[in-house]
């Protein structure tokens, strides 16, 4: 079982070493043996925590 530390690791490993090569989320939990489904379950419930910078917006 992972935890949410094991999995917020590898969201960030993920945003770092796969997302600026293109491979999908799906593709990089296959590679490197984590179940999609709990990773999405996880995903789906922490998103809200997730801080997304936002550029070019001027008030």
């Given amino acids: 079982m992972y935890s949410d530390k094991d999995f917020q690791t590898f969201w ?7 997302e600026p090569h293109g491979i999908s ?3 990089f939990c296959i590679n490197q043996g984590v179940p999609y489904k709990q990773f999405y379950a996880w995903f789906k419930k922490h998103a809200k ?3 997304i910078p936002v550029e070019g917006l001027s008030v």
């Fill in 12 to 18: 960030f490993r993920y945003k770092t070493e796969g």
């Fill in 25 to 27: 989320i799906n593709s």
């Fill in 49 to 51: 925590d997730t801080v």
